[in-house]
């Protein structure tokens, strides 16, 4: 097999790669699909190779990609909602190979979940083989090394879950990988139609619907891996627990916007207001004082970072969701006793006399 002879770095995509999103059914409260397309259909044949591999770069993960010829015929259709992504990916024959300088690179805050629809796998992982025929079910660990052999065209689905939702330790997720539920097994009879049908239709569903198909879905993934380690299922984070993650990593990545609100919060999980505050009770901490700590947290480190002589607190302030210099002072008095610029001019002083006493030490060692 040939590997492709010109590999780019995540983040370095060629323009030819922008996703196509295409207009949903009108029929439904949704403006738009949920999915996204990539084919090397889209670009000469000569750089078909090259483009497959940096769109499963940029969409999955980095990976080898080896193929008997220097072209190749590929398709991968993608979308995510809430926490879990879906990819169907149709492929000629090929081998990818996801190697350690790919995982230094990535988060691994993923677990792939792959469904073979049609071709065949053949799986290496942690020290073990299996293959993948069609309608069986695979889990690959995306932090450490993996290969997967297709000697015939295939089609894979592709269930990407946040490790922290399936609820085992480290440990438990090395013991998943590379082994088969067959759809004759007792529970893959019942997961892998359901897995198989969510992604052909997902863009069928208005989107209330189409959240709590998904969190279905990501349940019942939990309860496989739970199945297959031997584990009780009621040892599993509950729903509650699933939801209070959804919520903290949307507040995470919306920390910046002044309208992050607790029915805004509400309304973008279908969920009300009251039950959004009780998912807090657990954590020590309210709701809006969670959301006042992540932009505390944020305004701390561009305070530090801010060069000498061009510090702007109201700039600051904006940019991580308060909507004022005031108000960001405010915050500070009341977490820190202390106004902004006071606690930075603090924190520089003791970074300081770190750094004397830590050269004034080494001084002692050189000079004895």
């Known amino acids: 097999m040939r590997r492709a002879a ?4 995540a983040g370095d995509m060629p323009a030819t790669i922008s996703l196509i999103e295409e207009d949903g059914d009108r029929s439904l409260p949704t403006t738009r699909t949920r999915s996204q397309l990539l084919t ?45 992504r879906i990819s169907t990916v149709d492929c000629d024959p090929g081998e990818v190979h996801r190697a350690p300088r790919f995982i230094a690179r990535g988060d691994g805050g993923h677990i792939f979940v792959g469904l073979q629809s049609t071709g065949v796998a053949q799986v290496e992982q942690d020290g073990r083989t299996t293959e993948l025929r069609p309608g069986d079910i695979g889990f690959f660990e995306t932090i450490r090394p993996f290969r997967t052999r297709f000697p015939e065209r295939f089609q894979l689905k592709i269930f990407s879950v946040p490790r922290s939702l399936l609820g085992q330790s480290e440990a438990d997720l090395r013991e998943l990988t590379a082994r088969s539920l067959c759809p004759s097994d007792r529970l893959g009879g019942l997961v892998s139609p359901f897995l198989a049908r969510l992604a052909d239709t997902l863009d069928t569903y208005a989107t209330p619907m189409a959240e709590s198909l998904v969190r279905g879905a990501v349940d019942l993934l939990a309860a496989t891996a739970a199945d ?19 919520v903290q990593r949307y507040i995470r990545w919306n920390i910046s916007d002044p309208g992050l609100t607790p029915p805004v919060i509400a309304r ?79 924190e520089r002083d003791r970074r300081t006399a770190g750094e004397a006493s830590c050269t004034a030490g080494l001084s002692k060692v050189h000079a004895s």
């Open 6 to 9: 010109h590999h780019r770095q």
């Open 40 to 84: 090397t259909r889209s670009v000469p044949a000569h750089e078909s190779l090259d483009f497959w591999h940096d769109a499963v770069l940029g969409t999955l993960v980095g990976m080898d990609i080896r193929t008997a010829g220097r072209t190749y015929d590929a398709t991968m259709r993608t979308g995510l909602v809430d926490d879990l």
């Open 228 to 246: 297959q380690l031997g584990r009780r299922t009621e040892h599993l984070p509950g729903a509650d627990r699933v939801m209070l993650l959804r």
């Open 268 to 346: 973008v999980h279908g969920i009300s207001v009251r039950y959004l505050h009780r998912l807090f009770e657990g954590e020590g901490r309210t709701l809006c004082q969670w959301i006042r700590e992540i932009r505390l947290q944020e305004c701390r480190r561009a305070l530090i970072a801010a060069p000498s002589g061009s510090l702007s607190v109201a700039r600051i302030a904006r940019r991580w969701g308060f909507t004022s210099g005031a108000q960001l002072s405010r915050a500070f008095r009341s977490s820190y006793g202390l106004s902004p610029t006071d606690w930075l001019k603090q």
